[in-house]
């Protein structure tokens, strides 16, 4: 099916809210009218099809909206289409609503939909294509972590507030002679602790994929200490965890299809180095902050070029994909290949072994 075919598209943004959300939808809008569409705005993700709240998107809601955080549309992290909490009494009970997703998108005389979000979101949107829903992905989180891209947008912007964070840190940390140990969001993967570590010169890094050993960690600030640098700052991923332990989790979301909220690595490593050390230590978590602000001008870039790719697959009638980018270059992978996976930093990932080069301990 082409273009000619493709008269009316829907788009919404699924999951955790993210800086370039609405540089993303403002690209698929205005390529699209450009391109003679219909554009319909579909509010909260999934959910909005759930309870059919659609409206139509005209140049003007399109507009001024490049820079702006957030998303225009709204965004929910908890309809899964295929396993939709509802409360009933005490409990919640999960049911496959795809059906009356299905009914909303052909009573919306939808052609398309475009999809933005991360893991979850491609899962959901996977689980639809099978029900004959035309999809395409594009791949949104400031956690870097979805599988079959070498970048989501958001991250960047991402990193620069955490380093920013890290660099105002710098300060207190070493006018009191203290351990700062910052968590940082990122989920199961650690590339945001990574990115944002390297970029401020953090001193140890801990991150999933390397579980630490806490011993070495507090022997890196003794040694920072007794060659006159009285001060440590540790980046801490929030799924980081020790040699035989597990990530902490710090609540638990009973209605999202990912329950897990994961928290409190920075105390966890912050009490126990003012235990194994005579160092006054302190935990920081940065938390939702990361996911704020303006959109730098790379994930502006980044969004604006990932609507367009996606428009261009509407263009050619190829669904069921994902715009990626691979090696610098833009190109589409199947949803198919994507779905419940996440993209964990490698061992030979060139960051990392430039941050050991440079002398960052990892705690391994
Ligand atoms: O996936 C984005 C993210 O911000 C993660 O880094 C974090 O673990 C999670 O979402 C937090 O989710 P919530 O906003 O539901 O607390």
């Not at 659609?54 to 929910?76: A, E, H, K, M, Y």
């Not at 409990?91 to 059906?99: E, P």
């Not at 050390?277 to 935990?283: G, K, N, P, V, Y």
């Amino acid at each position: 099916m082409g273009a000619e075919t493709i008269k009316r598209i829907g788009i919404l943004t699924g999951g955790g809210d993210c800086p370039g959300l609405n540089a993303v939808i403002r690209a698929v809008a205005k390529s699209a009218m450009n391109g003679g569409l219909e554009v319909i705005g579909i509010a909260d993700g999934y959910l909005g099809l759930i309870e059919n709240r659609l409206q139509p998107l005209g140049w003007r809601d399109v507009s001024n909206i490049l820079t702006l955080g957030g998303t225009i549309l709204g965004s929910c992290n908890k309809a899964n289409p295929s396993r939709y909490a509802v409360r009933e009494g005490d409990r919640w009970v999960y049911h496959d609503v795809r059906d009356q997703v299905v009914e909303h998108y052909h009573q919306a005389k939808l052609d398309a939909l475009v999809v933005i979000g991360g893991d979850g979101t491609m899962s959901g949107a996977h689980t639809l294509t099978d029900r004959g829903v035309k999809i395409i992905g594009v791949p949104k989180t400031i956690d870097n972590d979805l599988w079959g891209t070498d970048v989501t947008f958001g991250h960047d912007t991402a990193v620069a507030t955490a380093t920013d964070a890290l660099d105002k840190i710098h300060t207190t940390a070493a006018s009191h002679h203290r351990v700062m140990v910052v968590e940082l969001m990122g989920r199961y993967a650690g590339w945001l602790a990574l990115h944002a570590g390297l970029a401020s010169g953090a001193d140890v890094i801990l991150i999933p994929e390397i579980p630490f050993d806490l011993e070495k960690v507090a022997r890196r600030c003794i040694e920072r200490r007794d060659v006159g640098k009285g001060f440590t700052i540790i980046a801490a991923g929030e799924g980081a965890m020790p040699v035989g332990g597990e990530a902490i989790v710090d609540h638990v979301v009973e209605d999202s299809p990912d329950p897990i909220r994961l928290g409190g690595v920075a105390k966890y490593v912050a009490d126990r180095i003012e235990q194994m050390t005579d160092l006054d230590s302190r935990a920081i978590v940065l938390g939702h902050v990361q996911r704020g602000g303006t959109p730098t001008a790379f994930d502006r870039i980044l969004a604006t070029m990932f609507g367009h790719h996606a428009f261009e697959l509407l263009e050619a009638g190829q669904f069921g994909r994902l715009v990626v980018q691979r090696e610098g270059r833009f190109d589409s992978v199947e949803l198919a290949e994507v779905a419940d996976k996440v993209r964990t930093v490698p061992p030979d990932c060139p960051a990392l072994q430039a941050a050991r080069a440079v002398g960052t301990s990892f705690g391994d």
